[in-house]
Each structure stands twice: as structure tokens, then as C-alpha cells.
């Protein structure tokens, strides 16, 4: 759409060039002040509508804008609860309601998804990779997302082979069509396994920044005993340390409005390949 300014003088319509030479010769220094309440759709002024814009436009712009819109409703709308009340208490009347405001929750959405677009890393991918995974109902730990992801984009041959997303991963023996987390074992040096790949650090990071929005209820479990059966006495008897989580209601408000997260997720790991070796 392109900006067309039309500029009057009592009546008369001026063209740019006339305007500006008139502007030219006041000695006014105040900026000239366009309400574009005048000249747009009444649902784009809406927080929420330019927030969900944002996302559907994968704009930054956008959702910094709606937080704008939502910060300045919310001081209109302390200054609305303070007139009331000054007013006698018999004027007061109650509506009740039956949704809780989603104010404080639109602002989080916006810096949730400002962070990640202007901001892709793997802390930000992380957050995401777990966001489109993840619900409200069942708990899923770090591993699973990281292994989803693996083999999402394993089956897609239009998906690079070097990508980082794929370091320490293998084959699967029992399906050579899957990916399984590598583990530390004889030949298998420390930097190889998935505990140190780009994949964990970036769900493990992620759960962390899912955590500071309150997208995510998380609990703490213990597994005991090693992955493979033929693993020795000490592996049986180890004690390991992990997390679960699920979506909370805010997470899964948010995972239906970023339609795209999926995208987002994949353009990232597209373009982190894996240096080749000397």
C-alpha cells in the first residue's frame, strides 16, 4: 500500500510540492500530527489482531507494536478505574466476567516471539522446537523433542544431511530409517554423544527460556539403570537426573496463534551445517 498524503488549504487541494513550500515559509516548528485512527481498519488498532498479524507476517515490527498498543490500553485503563472511583459507591456497578483479561499474557506473546525472530539461536530455536511439540496434557522430556526433530527432518531429503541438527545422532540398528541420541561407549569420544550436541543444547536452553515466559510446568523424575542391555554392572546401578514438561495454558494459547513455528524451527537448522573435515 502506498502513502498518498492529501493536503488542503480552506477547501482547496494543494499538490506536495505547493504544500511544502507554504510549510516553507511559517515560522511554526511544531510536527505536523496524523491520527491513523482516521485511516485504518478498526480491528488492525486492536492489540491482539496486530499481535496475531505479527505473527502470521513473521514481523517483529508488528508484535513490538502490539505491545505498544497493549502498554498504552493499559494506562487508559488505569485512568478509567481511577475516575470511577472518585464516584459515589451507588454508581458503582459490578459486570461480572467470565474470561480473565489476557492482557499481561499478549505483551509476554509479543517479547516471546520478538526474541526469537530478531533473535534466532539456540536458545530461541530450543524454545520453539519445544513449543510445537509439545501440550498440555502429556509430559515429554528433553530427549524426545530432540529426537522428534531428528528424524522429522531425517525423512526429508530436501533437508541437508550436515545440518547440526543431525551431530550427535546415528543410525538406529533396529531401523535404519531412524535416528537414535548417541551414547558415550567404547570408540565413542565425549564430543560425539548427543549430551554435548547443538540438538540438547539448544532443548535444554529452550526449556529454561519456556520456563522465564510461564509457557511450561515442568517436574523433576530419576531413571535408574543403563539404555542398553549389554552394558556393565556399574551403568545398571547409575541414578540419572531428568526433566518433564507440558504446555501451560499460555503455551498452548500461543503454539495456536505461531502458525509457523514449524517453520521457524526448520530455517534455522537449514542453515547450520557441520564443517567438513580437513
Not at 530461541?124 to 511439540?133: E, K, P, S
Not at 536452553?205 to 535408574?224: C, D, P
Request: charged share 25%; with cysteine; proline share 4%.
Amino acid at each position: 500500500m502506498s502513502m498518498d498524503l492529501l493536503f488542503k488549504l480552506n477547501g482547496v487541494d494543494l499538490t506536495d510540492a505547493e504544500a511544502k513550500q507554504l510549510l516553507s515559509t511559517s515560522n511554526k516548528t511544531t510536527p505536523i500530527t496524523i491520527n491513523l485512527e482516521h485511516h485504518l481498519d478498526a480491528q488492525v488498532m486492536n492489540a491482539q489482531e496486530l499481535f496475531a498479524l505479527s505473527v502470521e507476517k513473521q514481523d517483529a515490527a508488528l508484535a513490538s507494536l502490539a505491545w505498544k498498543v497493549a502498554s498504552e490500553k493499559t494506562g487508559s485503563t488505569a485512568t478509567k478505574a481511577a475516575v470511577v472511583k472518585a464516584r459515589p459507591a451507588k454508581a458503582i456497578r459490578k459486570i461480572p466476567s467470565t474470561k480473565k483479561p489476557t492482557l499481561l499474557r499478549l505483551i509476554k506473546k509479543a517479547d516471546f516471539i520478538q526474541e526469537c525472530v530478531e533473535h534466532p539461536s539456540y536458545r530461541t530455536v530450543g524454545a520453539a522446537m519445544i513449543l510445537a511439540q509439545a501440550n498440555t496434557e502429556t509430559m515429554l522430556a528433553l530427549r524426545e523433542v530432540g529426537s522428534h526433530w531428528a528424524n522429522e527432518f531425517w525423512k526429508d531429503e530436501k533437508f541437508p544431511e550436515s545440518s547440526l541438527l543431525f551431530k550427535g545422532f546415528k543410525n538406529d540398528p533396529l531401523d535404519s530409517r531412524a535416528l537414535v541420541p548417541m551414547e558415550r561407549e567404547s570408540g565413542v569420544s565425549r564430543n560425539e554423544t548427543y549430551w554435548v550436541s547443538p540438538t540438547y543444547l539448544s532443548v535444554t536452553t529452550g526449556l529454561k527460556m519456556m520456563q522465564e515466559y510461564g509457557l511450561v510446568t515442568t517436574e523433576v523424575r530419576w531413571s535408574k539403570g543403563a539404555r542398553k542391555p549389554e552394558a556393565d554392572q556399574r551403568s545398571l546401578s547409575t541414578t540419572r537426573k531428568y526433566y518433564v514438561f507440558k504446555l501451560t495454558a499460555a503455551g498452548k494459547q500461543l503454539k495456536d496463534e505461531w502458525g509457523d513455528v514449524e517453520k521457524f524451527v526448520r530455517n534455522f537448522w537449514h542453515s547450520r551445517k557441520q564443517q567438513k573435515a580437513a
